[in-house]
T-cell receptor, first 113, second 114 residues
Framework: KAGVTQTPRYLIKTRGQQVTLSCSPI?????VSWYQQTPGQGLQFLFE???????NKGNFPGRFSGRQFSNSRSEMNVSTLELGDSALYLC????????????FGSGTRLTVV | AQSVSQHNHHVILSEAASLELGCNYS??????LFWYVQYPGQHLQLLLK??????LVKGIKGFEAEFIKSKFSFNLRKPSVQWSDTAEYFC????????????FGAGTRLAVHP
C-alpha cells in the first residue's frame, strides 16, 4: 500500500511569505501529526489532527497552523516566514492511537531566505 | 512533561562491532517506547516498539532493545553492525498528556566504517 506522501519535497521561500505543505496519509489512517526537524532542536511536535479535529498542539507560535480534510489529507501553513523556520517538516500518519507508532513521510525541506 | 535522553550523540564503529545506544525516559506510568531510524536521505522508519510483556523486544534488521523499568531505560542493541547501519537513531515515547504526540530524543548519529 502507498506510504505517507508529502508535497512538495523542497521549497524555497522569502522571509515574510507564507507557505502551505501537504500530507496524504496511508489509506485508512485517520491521524496525521506534523513535526519540525532541525539540527539544533531535533524533532519537535507541531500538532496532530484526527478526524478533522486538532487533538494536540505543540509549543509553536500561532504562525503555524494546520487542518485536516474529510479524506484525512492534511495541510500545514506557516505565515510570515522567518529564517528560523527553515527545517525539514515531517508528516506522520497512524490509525489514531499513539501506541501503534507512526509511519513517516519523506518530509518537505523548507528553506527561508 | 515527558522527556527522553539519548546519551551518545555520535558513535563510530567498525563493521562487526557490537552496538548499544542508550535511551532514558522520565515518565513513570504506563510506558510505550519506540526506536526510529533515519538513513541518510530517507524518512524515519520504525525499528521496534515496546508496549508491554517481554521486556526484550526484537525489531527489524537484527536490532533489539531491552526495557528496564527500574532504570527507566530502553537501550538499543545489535550484536554485529554493518556499514548499511550508518544512520541516525531516535528513541521516542508518547507524551503523557497527548494523543499521538511523540517526544523524541536528540538522536544518535552512527557511522559504521568498513
Amino acid at each position: 500500500k502507498a506510504g505517507v506522501t508529502q508535497t512538495p519535497r523542497y521549497l524555497i521561500k522569502t522571509r515574510g511569505q507564507q507557505v502551505t505543505l501537504s500530507c496524504s496519509p496511508i489509506s485508512g489512517h485517520r491521524s496525521v501529526s506534523w513535526y519540525q526537524q532541525t539540527p539544533g532542536q531535533g524533532l519537535q511536535f507541531l500538532f496532530e489532527y484526527f478526524s478533522e479535529t486538532q487533538r494536540n498542539k505543540g509549543n509553536f507560535p500561532g504562525r503555524f497552523s494546520g487542518r485536516q480534510f474529510s479524506n484525512s489529507r492534511s495541510e500545514m501553513n506557516v505565515s510570515t516566514l522567518e529564517l528560523g523556520d527553515s527545517a525539514l517538516y515531517l508528516c506522520a500518519s497512524s490509525l489514531g492511537t499513539g501506541e501503534y507508532g507512526y509511519t513517516f513521510g519523506s518530509g518537505t525541506r523548507l528553506t527561508v531566505v | 512533561a515527558q522527556s527522553v535522553s539519548q546519551h551518545n550523540h555520535h558513535v563510530i564503529l567498525s563493521e562487526a562491532a557490537s552496538l548499544e545506544l542508550g535511551c532514558n525516559y522520565s515518565y513513570g506510568g504506563t510506558v510505550n517506547l519506540f526506536w526510529y531510524v533515519q538513513y541518510p536521505g530517507q524518512h524515519l522508519q520504525l525499528l521496534l516498539k515496546y508496549f508491554s510483556g517481554d521486556p526484550l523486544v526484537k525489531g527489524i534488521k537484527g536490532f533489539e532493545a531491552e526495557f528496564i523499568k527500574s532504570k527507566f531505560s530502553f537501550n538499543l542493541r545489535k550484536p554485529s553492525v554493518q556499514w548499511s547501519d550508518t544512520a541516525e537513531y531516535f528513541c521516542a515515547v508518547p507524551d503523557s498528556g497527548g494523543y499521538n504526540k511523540l517526544i523524541f530524543g536528540a538522536g544518535t548519529r552512527l557511522a559504521v566504517h568498513p
